[in-house]
C-alpha cells in the first residue's frame, strides 16, 4: 500500500532516467578521453523526444536545468571580490564589447549570404554571438583555466555578453513591424526595470546579506543556512529576470557581494552539490532539445550555417584577442573555446519569434544550429588540447636559448624555482633559466631575472639551454609528468649529468627514482619537518629533542620510501602520476584508538581489514 500510494503521489520515473543517463554516459566519455559536456548533450539526444522518446518535453528541463547554470555563475562571483571585478572593468567594456560588435556584424554577414534579410540575419548573427556561458565555464574548471588570467579574460567577454541581452531584445522589438513607434516607451520602461534591478540587488547585497547570515549562523542551524544559501542565489536570479536581465548575471553579482563575506566558503559548499546536478541537468536538456527532424530537412544549410558562423566568428575572437595584445596560443584557445551559440540565443529567438521578426521554421533551424555548435565545442576544445602543444606561442618581448652555457640549468621558474635560485645566486654562480610561460618570463625580466622560453621536454631546446656544459639540471616544473618525462630524457641523452628534481608527492617522487635521477624532494617535505618542529618547540619540547624527533621521522619516511622501491609495488610510473599511487599510512602509529565517525567510514575500514591493509592500533 505505501509503494502504491508513492508512485500515485511523485513519479520517479523520469527522474530516475534524468539521473540514471547522466551516471552511464558521463563516465563512459570520460572513460574514453572525452569532455563530460558531451556525455550529457549524447545522453540527452538519446533519451530526448528526437531519441528514444523518455521525454517530450525539453524545454521545460532545460528552463529548470537553467538553474545550474545560476548556481555555477554565483560559485564563480564568489570567487571574485569587487576589487578584483574592477580591475578587469577595461577587459568587460572594451575587450567585451569590442569582440560582441565585431563578431556580430560578421554573423550577421553571414546570415545574409545565406539569403536571410537583414533583420533575420541580425537576429541569426548576434544571437550566435551569446556565447554558451554554461559550456565555457564547464571546459575553463575542468582545464583548470578559470583563475588564470587567460580564463579571466573570457569571464570578462561573457560578463558583457550577458549584459548585451537587454539593448539586443530592445532592437528586436524595435525591428518588429510597427515596433519602432509602438514600443519605444516600453522598451524605455524595460531598460528602467533593469537598471533598477541591479541597484535594488546591490544594496541588498551591501546592506543586508551579511546581517542576515550573521544571524542565521548564530542560531546554529545547518539546514537553515543551506537554506538561505539558496534563496539568495534564486532570489537574486528572480530580481534579474523582473528587471528583463539574465538570471546568470543576477546570481555572478550575488556571488560578488558576498565574496568577501566570513561566510563565503559555507556558501559555496552548500550551493556546490545542487550547482552539480543541475549544470548536468542542463547539458541533458540541451541534447534533448536537438529536434533531428529540423536537422534532416534542412541539413544543407544548418551545415553550411554552423561551419560559417562558427568560423567567421572564432576568426573573429582571434583578431580581436590579437589586437588586444593575447598571444598568438591564448588567441586560438580563445576562439575554439567561444566560438558556438549559447544559451541565451534561445531568448532572443523566442523574443524575435514571438514580435513576427522571424517564423517558426526559421527560429527551429537557427536553435538547431546553436545547439549544434554547442556540441562540436567539447570536441574542438579536445583537438585544441592536442594541436596546440605544437604551437610556438608568442615570444615577442622574450628570447629562446641558443648556445648558453651555465653551469646549472634550471627547467621551470616559478615560485619553486625562484626560490632555489637565489642561493646559487648569491654565491655567484652561472645559471641558465628556461620555462614555458610567456607572462612569468616577462614579470621575471622586471626583476632582473634572464629567463629564455623553453619546452624542458624537447631535446633540441635543452641543447640550445647549453645542458652539455651544465653540471647539474635542477627539475622544477609543478607537473608530476613533465618532470619524470625530462628526468627520462636527460637519464638517456645525458647519463652523466646530476639531476635534482622537484616532485609534486610521494608518487611522483617514487616515478623520479625510476627515472634515475641523483636526487629528488617531495615540495611539501622539508617545510612540513619544520613546521612541525616549530609545533614541538611551541609545546615546551627542547630544541635539540624536537630536532631528534624530526631526524627520526624523517628517516622513517626514507625507510618507507626505499622499502616502496625495493617492493615494486606498482608496474611502472603512469600508475604513480594517474592517482593511483601509494596510500599514505602514517609513519607513528597515533596513541589514541581509531574508530570510524559514520558508516561510510566503517565500511571503508572493514575493507582495508579484509585487503589486510595496516591498520591504526584498536581499528
Known sequence: MAAEGISQGVDLVPVVTLLAAGVVAVPLFRRFGLDSVLGYLAAGMVIG???????????????????????????????MQPSRLWSLRRQIIGLGLAQVVTCG?????????????????????????????????????????????????????????DMAIVPLLAIVAFLAPGGAQSDLSSQLQHIGMAIGALVLL??????????????????????????????????????????????????????????????????????????????????????????????????????IGVVALMAIKGLGIYVIARLFAASSREAINRA???????????????????????DGTTSAIFTSAVIISMVLTPFLGMAARRLLPAITPSTEGVETPDGLTGSVLIIGFGRFGQMVSQPLL???????????????????????????????????????????HAKIVMIC?????????????????????????RAYDRGTALALIKAGVDYE????????????????????????????????????????????????????AEHFLNNQGPVPTPLNTPRKTGTAGNAEAAAVLDEAKLRGDPQPEGA
Not at 50 to 79: K, N, P, R, W, Y
Not at 336 to 358: D, K, R
Not at 479 to 489: H, P
Open 521 to 572: 624532494m617531495r615540495e611539501t617535505l622539508e617545510s612540513a619537518f619544520a613546521f612541525g618542529k616549530e609545533a614541538l618547540v611551541r609545546l615546551g619540547i627542547d630544541e635539540d629533542e624536537a630536532e631528534e624527533t624530526i631526524r627520526d621521522t624523517r628517516q622513517r619516511d626514507l625507510a618507507r620510501l626505499e622499502m616502496q622501491m625495493a617492493g615494486d609495488f606498482y608496474a611502472g
Open 49 to 79: 523526444p528526437f531519441g528514444l522518446g523518455l521525454f517530450s518535453d525539453s524545454q521545460t528541463i532545460l528552463h529548470i536545468a537553467e538553474l545550474g547554470v545560476v548556481m555555477f555563475l554565483f560559485v564563480i562571483g564568489l570567487e
Open 202 to 303: 546591490i544594496l541588498i547585497g551591501r546592506f543586508l546579506l551579511n546581517p542576515m547570515f550573521r544571524v542565521l549562523a548564530n542560531a546554529g542551524a545547518r539546514e537553515v543556512m543551506t537554506a538561505a544559501a539558496l534563496l539568495v542565489v534564486l532570489g537574486a536570479a528572480l530580481l534579474m529576470a523582473m528587471g528583463g536581465l539574465s538570471m546568470a548575471m543576477g546570481a555572478f553579482l550575488a556571488g560578488v557581494l558576498l565574496s568577501e563575506s566570513t561566510f563565503r566558503h559555507q556558501l559555496e559548499a552548500d550551493i556546490e552539490p545542487f550547482r552539480g546536478i543541475l549544470l548536468g541537468l542542463f547539458f541533458l536538456g540541451v541534447g534533448m532539445a536537438l529536434d533531428i527532424g529540423v536537422v534532416i530537412d534542412n541539413v544543407v544549410i544548418i551545415a
Open 426 to 468: 648569491a654565491k655567484g654562480i652561472d645559471v641558465s633559466i628556461i620555462d614555458m610561460d610567456v607572462e612569468m618570463i616577462e614579470a621575471a625580466a622586471k626583476f632582473g631575472f634572464k629567463v629564455y622560453y623553453g619546452d624542458g621536454t624537447r631535446l633540441d631546446i635543452l641543447h640550445a639551454a647549453g645542458v652539455e
Open 336 to 358: 575554439v573555446v567561444m566560438a558556438q551559440g549559447g544559451e541565451f540565443a534561445f531568448v532572443l529567438f523566442a523574443a524575435a519569434l514571438s514580435a513576427g521578426v522571424i
Open 105 to 161: 556584424l560578421l554573423a550577421t554577414g553571414v546570415g545574409m549570404a545565406l539569403g536571410y534579410s537583414l533583420p533575420v540575419s541580425f537576429v541569426l548573427g548576434m544571437g550566435f554571438v551569446l556565447t554558451s556561458t554554461a559550456i565555457v565555464f564547464q571546459m575553463l574548471n575542468e582545464d583548470g583555466d578559470l583563475a588564470t588570467p587567460a580564463g579571466q579574460k573570457i569571464v570578462s567577454i561573457l560578463l558583457l555578453e
Open 477 to 501: 616544473v609543478d607537473k608530476g609528468e613533465t618532470a619524470v618525462k625530462i628526468a627520462e630524457l636527460m637519464k638517456a641523452d645525458h647519463p652523466l649529468v646530476s639531476v635534482m628534481a
